[in-house]
């Protein structure tokens, strides 16, 4: 590959950095499906606890779509963490390695090392989270097979058989999409210093931050909670929802898309007036 | 298009301030088609910021830079194309091999020949080792694929950060000797960084002297090295009567004592005289050390003194900001 991009590619996932989000994943999954092999059934019983006086449930609950919707919910804390890995070191580890002067003093725009650099992040982002996702669901029907997948809730809803799959698609786009305005902000931070550590903490601290607001009843910060892009990052949850409300869905994907427009643009206006000091 | 005797490298009133404290001021660099150019100047002068902003690494606060008549900033892209550079320390992808690496770069250059990464991996010697991870590599090998990343698109002119710090003696002879290369084989420009007068001066045509930011002196450098009176150390018994000897020798200059050791400064036609002149006193000469002038003048600036270096006896230091050679030549 004698591309930019493809080069760009290549030093990402050559990294060994790189690799924590794939082999933490790639352990962590399989441990909680042998965990959930052995006591699944504590976990179902919770699940369904809000409902478990009031209905029946029969069938296969316990099934491979169940273990990956449970293990999406990684997708709060854990694999936000592991995309800042990838996407904090993007423009901070070539500051760090001093190779900007390798790639900066040639005849190409920054614009364009830029822009190829996101794309970048952006694959690298997709590419974990659809590895958790695949992962979780070749697993779990591996050794739970299939069925309708009871969502857990406060309300019982249960997604038929034959909905599940589409829906579990939809649920992983939008995860992605999510993940893509973190890799955003971790990609605006990495712009800003030369080291990926700074990048990596400042997005952990912004996100656990904004769900600490978003998430404490008091007046003020539920009137700023409709500012912080963390509120719509459970976007992908909304495709459990029986009838789908497309015009949240909608409207979430829209806002978390300027978020990480407005991301790049700052991380861009950062990028291209900069002197290389490294 | 560029003409012939225009600069092919020239800057006006170049300047970089970093919050309160000026890197580089009022810098005006000639540089010519065909030359080894040294750029001279202690650590912290403001060489690599230069070449930083010769490269659009750094934007200058001041001033303009020029190369092939254009400007740096207005064709940024097509002039760089015409450029290759190292800054500073040769840093690379070290989990990458150093093919790969060169790879990466020329596919950002765009116009890099197939072959020409095994040209000029051949040229620093590195074609054995070329799919070897960087990570392995010895500190003069990464400053050799650091001189082949610049040689990429064999470019019109090379921008070299002091290429041989960090080298064996067998090193630097090598990166010296390929300087020459790259000017007589290819005729291709240099532009060469250094901390160190001897270097610059054996691969070097012309030169150009920086300190706190400022170019001191600019011209060949034949014509600098030759320009003004020798410093001369003397070592004679007694001290004494050396001293009055040498008041007596005409074309003497200052005179300075450090225990048994003098120092003054003279014509170099006259060491023999004073040589003469010292015997026949009966004097014991252990000692007669020509050193010149530049080299002394350079030392000073490097030893840090005073802010401001002393004046280059014989040579104007380049305040006209005309980029002018500024020597006086000696008579005679």
């Given amino acids: 590959m004698r591309s930019v991009l493809g080069n760009e590619i290549l030093k990402t996932y050559r990294k060994w950095r790189s690799s924590i989000a794939f082999v933490t994943i790639g352990a962590v999954v399989p441990l909680v499906h042998i965990a959930l092999y052995l006591q699944g059934d504590a976990l179902l019983k919770s699940a369904a606890r809000g409902v478990a006086q009031d209905f029946f449930l029969l069938g296969n609950l316990m099934n491979g779509y169940f273990v990956t919707s449970f293990l999406m919910n990684s997708l709060w804390i854990h694999i936000p963490f592991l995309i800042t890995l990838g996407a904090g070191d993007q423009l901070a580890g070539e500051a760090t390695g001093g190779t900007f002067r390798l790639l900066l003093i040639r005849p190409t725009s920054r614009t364009k090392v830029l822009l190829t650099k996101y794309a970048t992040t952006l694959l690298y982002t997709l590419t974990v989270v659809v590895f958790l996702v695949l992962l979780s669901l070749l697993l779990g029907i591996a050794l739970f097979g299939t069925g309708d997948l009871l969502v857990p809730g406060r309300t019982l809803v249960i997604v038929p058989e034959s909905e599940v799959l589409w829906r579990l698609c939809g649920a992983c786009a939008l995860a992605v999409w999510g993940m893509w305005t973190v890799a955003s902000l971790a990609f605006l931070f990495s712009s800003l210093v030369e080291n990926a550590i700074g990048p990596i903490i400042g997005t952990m601290a912004v996100i656990i931050v904004f769900y600490v607001v978003g998430n404490i009843p008091v007046d003020l910060f539920q009137q700023i909670k409709p500012y912080l892009f963390t509120t719509y990052l459970n976007l992908w949850q909304e495709v459990w929802a029986v009838p789908i409300v497309w015009s949240d869905v909608i409207t979430s994907a829209a806002i978390l898309g300027g978020f990480s427009v407005g991301f790049l643009g700052l991380s861009w206006y950062i990028f291209a007036t900069k002197d290389i000091l490294s | ?332």
């Fill in chain 2, 1 to 332: 298009m560029h003409r012939p005797d225009e600069p092919l490298l020239q800057t006006t009133n170049l300047g970089k301030r970093y919050k309160r404290r000026w890197a580089v001021r009022n810098l005006n660099l000639t540089v010519h088609r065909g030359e080894v150019f040294g750029f001279l100047g202690p650590n912290g002068a403001g060489k690599s910021t230069t070449i930083r902003m010769l490269l659009s690494l750094v934007k200058p606060t001041t001033g303009a830079v020029k190369l092939f008549g254009k400007s740096l900033r207005g064709h940024r892209r097509e002039v760089l194309a015409r450029i290759g550079g190292l800054v500073e320390r040769p840093d690379f992808y070290l989990y990458l091999s150093g093919r790969k690496n060169l790879e990466i770069v020329a596919a950002l250059k765009g116009d890099v020949r197939d072959g020409e990464i095994d040209e000029v991996l051949d040229i620093v010697g590195l074609l054995r080792r070329a799919d070897d991870k960087v990570k392995t590599y010895s500190h003069g090998m990464k400053q050799r694929l650091g001189i082949a990343q610049a040689l990429l698109g064999f470019p019109e002119i090379v921008i070299l950060d002091e290429p041989t710090s960090g080298l064996d003696p067998q090193g630097i002879k090598e990166v010296r000797d390929l300087i020459r290369r790259l000017r007589d084989d290819r005729s291709m420009t240099v532009f060469l960084s250094s901390h160190l007068l001897h270097e610059i001066e054996q691969t070097a045509t012309s030169m150009a002297i920086i300190n706190a930011g400022t170019v001191m002196v600019q011209g060949s450098v034949q014509e600098l090295l030759s320009a003004g009176d020798l410093v001369l150390r003397v070592e004679a018994r007694p001290v004494e009567g050396a001293l009055r000897v040498l008041s007596g020798v005409p074309g003497v200059g200052e005179v300075k004592r450090d225990g048994e050791v003098i120092e003054c400064s003279l014509p170099r036609e006259r060491i023999s005289t004073l040589n003469q002149r010292l015997v026949e006193a009966g004097i014991e000469v252990s000692a007669l050390v020509p050193k010149r002038s530049l080299e002394e003048y350079f030392l000073s600036i490097t030893e840090g003194a005073s802010e401001m270096a002393p004046a280059l006896p014989g040579a104007r230091p380049d305040r006209s900001g005309t980029g002018q050679l500024s020597v006086d030549h000696p008579e005679g």
